[in-house]
Each structure stands twice: as C-alpha cells, then as structure tokens.
T-cell receptor, first 108, second 112 residues
Framework: RKEVEQDPGPFNVPEGATVAFNCTYS??????FFWYRQDCRKEPKLLMS???SGNEDGRFTAQLNRASQYISLLIRDSKLSDSATYLC?????????FGAGTTVTVRA | EPEVTQTPSHQVTQMGQEVILRCVPI?????FYWYRQILGQKVEFLVS????????KSEIFDDQFSVERPDGSNFTLKIRSTKLEDSAMYFC??????????FGPGTRLLVL
C-alpha cells in the first residue's frame, strides 16, 4: 500500500467553481500534514498545514480525519492561478512523504 | 524573504560520471534534505542531515550517493557514478525542526 494516495484528477473546473479532493495515508503514526502546490517543473511550495480541527486560509479549507487517515482540500471561488498540481504530504519523523498529486485546471 | 538556492539549475552528464549538486539552505535552518522527482512521478525522499550527519536515508540513497556540508553554508549531494535512471529533478529543502520544509528551485539532472 502506498504511503500517501491521491486522486490524480485531472479536475477541470470553470473560474468561480468549488473543487474538492482528498488523500489517504497509511501510517497512523504520521505526525504532521500539509498541502503543497507544485507548478509545472517547479519546486513544491507550501500551501497550508492541516490540523485536526480543520483550518482555512482564504479560499482554501483543509480537513484532517486521523481516525480514517484522510485529508481533504477544498478550493472555493477558483481562480485561473489555482491551476496546479496539489500534493498531499505527511511527515514521519523528519521525512516528508508525498502523494503523486492531484492536477487542477481552472478554465476561463 | 530568505530562500533555499540550488546550483546548477540544469546539469547534463555522461553515464558513469560523478556529479555534485549544490544547495545553500536558509541560514538559520538546522535540518537539510534532498528529494528527487523523476519526470511524471512523485517527489521522493532521499536523505535528511542534521548536526553534520545523516539522520535518515531512503532505499534510493545507496552507496553511489553521499552528502556533505563542507562549510557553514553549502549542502551538497554527490552521485559517484551516474546511471541513466538518476535523471530527475533534485530538490534541496531545509527547516528549523519539525516545521515546514522550504524547497529550493531544483537541479534538473540529465544522464546520457
């Protein structure tokens, strides 16, 4: 079983739409959880950390369900600039484990 | 805003040659990492480094790989005898502790 599994998409959505996707992780001892964003051929950049209570950062909402080992990301009011690959990331000790990414394309 | 830098941005080498990829982590960071991403695949952990020694390494990080912090600022990844399958984007990252890791822009390595 993969450490981190994500729906690869792609999700093609119009501007202004809401899009949501999730990931699951296999190691119940994972300590920290993140969503990173990766643009084509660029480095991963932190989008937001994910907390058990759920958290929002502007148009982005992340949820963590430790019991189900499930993390989600919701993007409201999508912008063209949200087009990217979203990487679900968990930490085990100091090591980051990445999912393969979910591709989102926002069209005008 | 401080950032991780990497050189070179691109490297082309012949199979069997040695390459050294260089990184300058953010100055007050204590933990350093190398990751790689083969084209079209996920980002994979290679190695973590703290207090001048390797703290963890993956199965990918075999005897062909080594890391070093030769001075107070640089952090290097050496591949002794490159193989075709070493072609990938190599990312350096750093952080203070169990906090967010900040990634450099990567070195694209092509082994011919």
């Amino acid at each position: 079983r993969k450490e981190v599994e994500q729906d690869p998409g792609p999700f093609n959505v119009p501007e202004g739409a809401t899009v949501a996707f999730n990931c699951t992780y296999s190691n119940s001892a994972s300590q920290s959880f993140f969503w990173y964003r990766q643009d084509c051929r660029k480095e991963p950049k932190l989008l937001m950390s994910v907390y058990s209570s759920g958290n929002e950062d502007g148009r982005f909402t992340a949820q963590l369900n430790r019991a189900s080992q499930y993390i989600s990301l919701l993007i409201r009011d999508s912008k063209l600039s949200d087009s990217a690959t979203y990487l679900c990331v968990v930490t085990n000790d100091y090591k980051l484990s990445f999912g393969a990414g979910t591709t989102v394309t926002v069209r005008a | 805003e401080p950032e991780v830098t990497q050189t070179p941005s691109h490297q082309v080498t012949q199979m069997g040659q040695e390459v050294i990829l260089r990184c300058v982590p953010i100055s007050n960071h204590l933990y350093f990492y190398w990751y790689r991403q083969i084209l079209g695949q996920k980002v994979e952990f290679l190695v973590s480094f703290y207090n001048n020694e390797i703290s963890e390494k993956s199965e990918i990080f075999d005897d062909q790989f080594s890391v070093e912090r030769p001075d107070g600022s640089n952090f290097t990844l050496k591949i002794r005898s490159t193989k075709l399958e070493d072609s990938a984007m190599y990312f350096c990252a750093s952080n203070v502790g169990q906090e967010t890791q900040y990634f450099g822009p990567g070195t694209r390595l092509l082994v011919l």
